[in-house]
Every structure is written in C-alpha cells, then in structure tokens.
C-alpha cells in the first residue's frame, strides 16, 4: 500500500512539472467545446398518438365461417417493422425531404438520418402507439409525423388486402389442380368399372362375399326342388290309387277319403314363399327384427285361412248327396290339377338351380382373379377419395377466404383513431445543452489532465533517490538536497496563485456559463 501511495505522488509530482501546458490545453479544449455546444442547431420534436382498436361485433358473428387471424400481432408486427427502407423512402417523398437531396450520396445520408431520428413507441396492452420525429425545423418535424400515420394506416390495409388477395389466388390455382386430378381420377374409375362390369358387384361386396350368397341361394334353390319333387311323386302315388280304387265304394268312405285329400294349393303356395322368406331373413336378422315379426305374423294368419278353408270344403262335402262315382271323378280331377301345378314347379326350380349352377360356377372361375381386380379397384377408389376430399375442402375454404375478405372490407383489420393529431413542440427539446456543456467541462479537464501526464512520461524527471535507483538499477552514492531561497519560495507561491486562478477561472467560466443556461431554459418553461 505505501509502495502504491509513493508512485502516485511521484507521478503527480512530475505531472505538477508540465501543469502549464496542461491548463492551456484544458481552456483550449474547453473553448472548443462550449464553441460547439453553443453552434449546435435546436432540435424540435413532432409527435402524434394512434389508438389501434381490434375490437369488432363483427368478427364474433362471423366465428366459424370466416377466418380470423390474429389482429393484434398483426399490428404490433407492423408497428416494428413499420421503420424499413422502402417505407423511409416513401416517407422522405411524401414530405417532400428529398427536394434538397441533389446526389445519391445526399439521399442516402437523407434516408439515414431519418430513420435514426423516427422513433415509435407503445404501451402494449393498450394498443397505444406514440409516433415522433425530430428536425431542426419544426414544421418539416410536423410534415413528416403526418406522412408517417399515413403510412401506418396504409401499411395495415394494404397487407391485409394482399393477404386475402394471395391467399384466393394460391387457392385458386390448387383447385384447378385438384380438379384436374379428380377427372383423372374418375376416368380411371370408369374405364376400370367398363373393362370389369361383369365382376362388378353393386351392393358392395367382395367376392367372396358373393361366392358365399351364390352358395347359400344354391342350396336352398336345390332344397326346394328336393321338396318339390316328393310332393310330385307323392301326389302320382295319390292319382293311381285312387284310379285304381271300386267305384263301387260307399259314400261315408268317399267322404271320408275327400276329407283326407281336401287341399287349398293358392294357400299352400303363399305359405311355402313367405317360409322361404322368413329362412333367407333368419340368415340376416334376429329373432327381434320388425321384418321376421311380421312374416311370422302373416304366416300364422295363413295357416289360420287354410283350417277355415279346410273346414269349409269338408261341410261341403259332406253336404253334397252325389253319388260315388261323381265324386270319384271330381277327386281325381283336382288330384290331376295339383299334379300338373307340382310338374310346373318342378320345372321351375329345375330352371333356377340350373342358373344358380352357372354363376356359382363363374364365380369359382372369377375367384383367381378377383384379387388383383379388388385391390385395383380399393386404389381406384381411394385416390378417388383423397382427390375429391381434398377439392371440396379446396372449395370451402374458398368461400371461407371470400368471406373474410368481405369482412376485412366492411369492418376492417381495426379501427386506427388518431388521439392527439400531429403536433410539433413550440420549444426545442435538443439539444441538452446543460448536460453538454458539463460534459464538455469534464473533457477539457480530462485533456489537460492527460497532456500532464503524457508529458511526464515522455520526459519524465526523478524526485526520489529510491526511483532513481529502481529505473536505472545503479546504486546511489548520494543525494543532494536543493534549499530555496526567500525569492524562490516567493516565486513558487505567485506561481501556484496563477494556476489555481487558471484552473479557478476555466471551471467559473463553465459554472457561470451553465447557470445563465438554466435560467434561460426555465424562462423558456415558463
């Protein structure tokens, strides 16, 4: 500590050598600096305040069929990036600044200037945003703020018109696209379904499916041909017996044998359709379906048609005092009927398991290729999917796009109020000169400061035995103290008079100059 004490002093010491030059500097920078405090030009301030209000009835009618961005973001992005060059320069035309600009040189330092003097400002959450600018005239401070709300408010239009404006034209194009995919699409839909109509199935289902119902109508088809086979055999064996029976017999067995062979075969046969019917839907549905419960319904109705029937032709018969050689006849006639009705059915489901036969057999054949086909056809159908999904949300987002650009119309992306309108200061607010002049105190004090010690370590000079020794590292003999004389003493202390008044005199200067300052500036205020 006391080592660092001892090279302070020495180094004031030999800076107190050089203490002249050092105030002449300090009054020369001091001059200079009040010279260009004073010569610099009063700035003057215009400023205005824009209310950005993002609030609209509109847009809560319009949720969920108009999109929607995010207004707020929107203008605070544009509020910072409000201050670019294109938007500078149209400002620099708009208030005529660029009227003084001769070269290219001079507009860019024209557009430089001015962007560094805009400045903008907000509170956030309260959509408050404070435009100012700063010139050494104030009009032209005014003029400028003016063209600057100008350009804010046109900025939000502008960008909001181009967005929807860009977004029908990118939509645009990709319907046209997926228009032309969907044709596509379709048209290798139909070539497929034209070249394979055959194997083309309407309800849906795969092959095997089909396969599977073939086989089961097969069956049946040949169950009922079974039936009805036995129920032709039967009725000959019916016929030749009774051909073959005494028509001498008595009349209580010929009623009798009519009893046995009363039949209702209108009756039989909706009987036997409506079982048929109610055996394919046990195969579909349960016993609880509104289709079984009515068929067995029906069914039980007819059955309760053919007793009362049944009932009927037997007191007819009965009744009748014919002999038994007419009734003979008359049985063997409606035996005879029932025989050719039963051939005819026969016939008949002869002809369909025939045709069931046939297809199941195209159906077998079809089986090897019918995976390569549906496969095809599920990518056909699927790329026919995806391309009309993806056009009919093309489509609504359209309409949706064309909403919104009506709504950004009629309510706008938000309502800019201009609160305080532009207005530049009658006082100058540059600039500090207060502040400026003891900066410029504080260099000139500074430089002279530095001149002292450059000086002395330039040349410097040695005040002590023991520095003398560690710079040169010679050992000291000796020291030989210097007495001053009465003269001498006399001398140092005018001497030090006059740099105390120097040094007294650049800081009363500068003292008296910032009090005037500040008195000026407080009659200004006031």
């Given amino acids: 500590m006391d080592l660092l004490i001892a090279q302070i002093l020495s180094i ?16 020369v920078a001091g001059a200079v600096g009040a010279g260009v405090v004073f010569m610099m030009p009063d700035r003057y301030e215009a400023s205005a305040r824009i209310y950005v209000d993002t609030q609209s009835i509109l847009k809560p009618l319009m949720s ?5 961005p995010n207004v707020e973001q929107q203008v605070v992005m544009l509020s910072r990036t409000l201050i670019s060059r294109p938007n500078v320069e149209k400002l620099v035309r708009m208030a005529d600044l660029d009227l003084k600009s001769q070269s290219k040189a001079q507009q860019e330092a024209m557009i430089d200037s001015v962007t560094k003097a805009l400045s903008i400002q907000s509170t956030g959450r309260d959509n408050l945003y404070t435009l100012a600018y700063r010139d050494s005239d104030p009009e032209t401070a005014k003029r400028v703020v003016q063209s600057l709300v100008s350009i804010f408010v046109e900025s939000s239009l502008g960008a909001s018109r181009k967005d929807t404006a860009t977004a029908a034209t990118f939509i645009n194009e990709q319907i046209k696209n997926y228009e032309t995919k969907l044709e596509e699409a379709e048209g290798r839909l139909k070539e497929f379904r034209l070249r394979n109509i055959q194997m083309m199935s309407g309800d849906g289902k795969d092959s095997a499916s089909r396969l599977s119902e073939l086989s089961g109508q097969l069956e049946r088809s040949r169950l009922e041909l079974r039936e009805a086979e ?6 000959k064996q019916q016929l030749a017996g009774e051909r073959s029976r005494n028509a001498g017999g008595t009349t209580q067995s010929l009623l009798q044998e009519s009893s046995l062979n009363i039949a209702t075969p209108e009756i039989d046969a909706r009987l036997d359709a409506q079982r048929r019917n109610l055996d394919a839907l046990l195969q579909r549905y349960t016993e609880q379906h509104p289709d079984i419960i009515s068929t ?4 039980k109705d007819l059955e309760e048609q053919k007793t009362k029937e049944v009932a009927e032709l037997r007191k007819a018969a009965l009744a009748a005092p014919q002999a038994g050689g007419a009734g003979g006849s008359m049985m063997q006639q409606e035996m005879a009927r029932m025989l050719a009705a039963a051939e005819v059915q ?3 489901l002869r002809a369909r398991v025939a045709e069931y036969s046939s297809r199941y057999s195209q159906a077998m054949a079809a089986m090897k290729t019918s995976p390569q086909l549906e496969a095809e056809a599920a990518q056909l159908n699927r790329d026919y999917a995806i391309h009309k999904k993806n056009y009919e949300d093309l489509v609504a987002r359209r309409e949706s796009a064309a909403i919104s650009g009506e709504l950004d119309v009629a309510s706008g992306v938000a309502d800019f109020r201009l609160i305080d309108p532009p207005r530049a200061s009658s006082k100058p607010v540059a600039p500090n000169r207060l502040l ?6 504080a260099v000139a004090l500074g430089a ?3 001149t002292a010690f450059a000086a002395s370590q330039l040349r410097p000079v040695f005040h002590d035995g023991n520095e003398l020794r560690l710079r040169t590292e010679l050992p000291v003999l000796g020291v030989v103290s210097r007495l001053a004389t009465p003269g001498e003493r006399r001398r140092e202390r005018i001497d030090l008079l006059r740099f105390g008044a120097a040094s007294g005199g650049l800081i009363g200067v500068y003292a008296l ?12 205020a006031g």
Avoid at 17 to 26: E, N, Q, S, T
Avoid at 230 to 235: C, I, K, L, T, Y
Avoid at 436 to 441: F, H, K, P, R, S
């Fill in 448 to 450: 002279g400061l530095f």
């Fill in 346 to 348: 026969v016939a008949s």
């Fill in 436 to 441: 400026l002049l003891g900066g410029a105190l």
């Fill in 513 to 524: 100059g910032l009090v005037v300052m500040a008195i000026l500036i407080s009659r200004q």
């Fill in 296 to 299: 067995r319904k029906l069914i």
């Fill in 64 to 68: 969920g069929l108009a999109v929607q």
């Fill in 230 to 235: 036995n129920a032709r055999d039967a009725a």
């Fill in 12 to 27: 004031a010491r030999s800076m107190w050598k050089y203490r002249w030059p050092a105030v002449l500097v300090a009054w």
